[in-house]
């Protein structure tokens, strides 16, 4: 019923930038909070950045000064602005929203992002 869809991903040189979208199917308000979580392989899913229907923002530390997670409510579509990239960004990012209604949580397909070094 509810669809994230990422896209932005691709292949960047250390010190380069990406801009990684997530467009929803309906209001971004449905959800109570949305965030960015990555996977590299052979690790556990990291969350990376979220951001909440009333505005309040959290980053993880690894990349905080880095990334800047953003919203556009009118394009339903929430963004990861990442720059000063290095090989340890190198993850699958996927697009999460939380809907309390349901106690549910959405995701996207994932879009895959690779730092050379």
């Known amino acids: 019923q509810v669809e994230l869809v990422e896209s932005g991903g691709g292949l960047v040189q250390a010190g380069g930038s990406l801009r990684l979208s997530c467009a929803a199917s309906m209001s971004i308000f449905n959800f109570n909070s949305m965030s960015w979580y990555r996977q590299a392989p052979g690790k556990q899913r990291e969350l990376v950045a979220t951001?909440?229907?009333?505005?309040?923002?959290n980053y993880a530390n690894s990349v905080k000064g880095r990334f800047t997670i953003s919203r556009d409510n009118a394009k339903n579509t929430v963004y990861l602005q990442m720059n000063s990239l290095q090989p340890e960004d190198t993850a699958v990012y996927y697009c999460?929203?939380?809907?309390?209604?349901?106690?549910?949580?959405?995701w996207g397909q994932g879009t895959q992002v690779t730092v050379s070094s």
């Open positions: 999460n929203g939380y809907r309390v209604f349901n106690n549910y949580n959405y």
């Open positions: 951001i909440t229907n009333v505005g309040n923002i």
